[in-house]
Structures are given as structure tokens and as C-alpha cells.
T-cell receptor
Framework: DQQVKQNSPSLSVQEGRISILNCDYT??????FLWYKKYPAEGPTFLIS?????DKNEDGRFTVFLNKSAKHLSLHIVPSQPGDSAVYFC??????????FGRGTSLIVHP | KAGVTQTPRYLIKTRGQQVTLSCSPI?????VSWYQQTPGQGLQFLFE???????NKGNFPGRFSGRQFSNSRSEMNVSTLELGDSALYLC??????????????FGQGTRLTVV
């Protein structure tokens, strides 16, 4: 039973355009959400997070939106760059519990 | 500050054998978590150790075990290896001092192939 779902295994975007990666969750007790980026042959690296008391968090080109009523969050990358090509993992946690990860979305940004 | 170090980077084992993987967390981090990554399955949580005690455990069979030493270094052991255990095993460290969640820092992983 997947509590964190990333329904799109892959996404292809043109350089300069917006990339939108989506994530849905089922556990209403989740109160902290994170996005990680992973390049091949490397471990995931933390990208951005958001607490459930907020609905938006921005860091440079990366913005995460949280819609608690829909149990949905999304990561926006504007503008997308070829170096953003990677697998993006969404994760969610409840209190101090270990985050639960989604299966990842592979983003390809074409020059 | 040195990052999370996992050894070895690559490993090939035969079915039925056992394997031990090692993880050295970031200095000062007391929490070490282990994850298994397989194609299409994302990051599946194995267990977390904090101050030498297993604090959380995922849904993996008892063949998967771990431990943490007093210097926070951690080892993960898999006994009676099966072909399906072939995966990238990732270790993550974080302070996790009991306050709000903080992000975890991952190592590069150990790629285990069971033949």
C-alpha cells in the first residue's frame, strides 16, 4: 500500500520551460514533505521541503506547492535546465518518523 | 565536512551467501537509515539506528539486519542472499535530535548484484 505516489514515471520538458512534478499522499497525518533529486551513480540529495502549515515554499528556480485538502504536492522548476535532468523523489513524514518515499519521476530536460 | 561514506561501492555475490555493507555518517549525526532502491520501487526503508539502537524498521524479512556502533558508523547485513536482493542500498544520516524533521544526507550507495 503506497502512501506516497508519484504517478508519472517520467517527464520530458524543453529547456527554458516549466517542469511540474506531482506527488499524492494518502496519510493525512503527514506533516512534512521533501523533494530529493538523484543523478545516476549518486545518492539522492535534498532539494526543498515544506511543512504542512504552509502551502508554498520557494528556493530559487524551485517551488513546492502543498494542497492539504487534496493531499497533493507539486514541484515546479522554472526555467528548466538540462542539468535538472535527474530522478526526483517525493517524500513525506509524520512527526519525527522516517520519511516515506515515492517511486520517483525521471525528468529529462531537452536543450 | 565529509559526507556520508558507503563501502564498498559495488559488490557481486552468489545466491545463498551473506553480505555486509558499511556506512559512515556525517560527523555529529547520530541517526543512520538504510534504504533499498530497485527499478520502479523507489526508496524502500529498511531500518533506522539512533545511538546504537534500532529505532524504526521497515517491512523487510529478518534476513536483513543492521547495527550501529558507538561512533555512529553502521553496518547492514543480508543473509541467504536471493536474486531479488540485487539493488542499490543507500545509507542516509541526519542529526534527528528529536526536533522538527530535518533532511537526510545520502551516501552514494552500494550496488549489490546477486548472481
Amino acid at each position: 500500500d503506497q502512501q506516497v505516489k508519484q504517478n508519472s514515471p517520467s517527464l520530458s520538458v524543453q529547456e527554458g520551460r516549466i517542469s511540474i512534478l506531482n506527488c499524492d499522499y494518502t496519510n493525512s497525518m503527514f506533516d512534512y514533505f521533501l523533494w530529493y533529486k538523484k543523478y545516476p551513480a549518486e545518492g539522492p540529495t535534498f532539494l526543498i521541503s515544506i511543512s504542512s502549515i504552509k502551502d508554498k515554499n520557494e528556493d530559487g528556480r524551485f517551488t513546492v506547492f502543498l494542497n492539504k485538502s487534496a493531499k497533493h504536492l507539486s514541484l515546479h522548476i522554472v526555467p528548466s535546465q538540462p542539468g535538472d535532468s535527474a530522478v526526483y523523489f517525493c517524500a513525506a513524514s509524520e512527526g519525527s518518523y522516517i520519511p516515506t518515499f515515492g517511486r520517483g519521476t525521471s525528468l529529462i530536460v531537452h536543450p | 565536512k565529509a559526507g556520508v561514506t558507503q563501502t564498498p561501492r559495488y559488490l557481486i555475490k552468489t545466491r545463498g551467501q551473506q553480505v555486509t555493507l558499511s556506512c559512515s555518517p556525517i560527523s555529529g549525526h547520530r541517526s543512520v537509515s538504510w534504504y533499498q532502491q530497485t527499478p520502479g520501487q523507489g526508496l524502500q526503508f529498511l531500518f533506522e539506528y539512533f545511538s546504537e539502537t534500532q529505532r524504526n524498521k521497515g517491512n523487510f524479512p529478518g534476513r536483513f539486519s543492521g547495527r550501529q556502533f558507538s561512533n555512529s558508523r553502521s553496518e547492514m547485513n543480508v543473509s541467504t542472499l536471493e536474486l531479488g536482493d540485487s539493488a542499490l542500498y543507500l545509507c542516509a544520516s541526519s542529526p534527528r535530535t528529536g526536533g522538527p524533521n530535518t533532511e537526510a544526507f545520502f551516501g552514494q550507495g552500494t550496488r549489490l548484484t546477486v548472481v
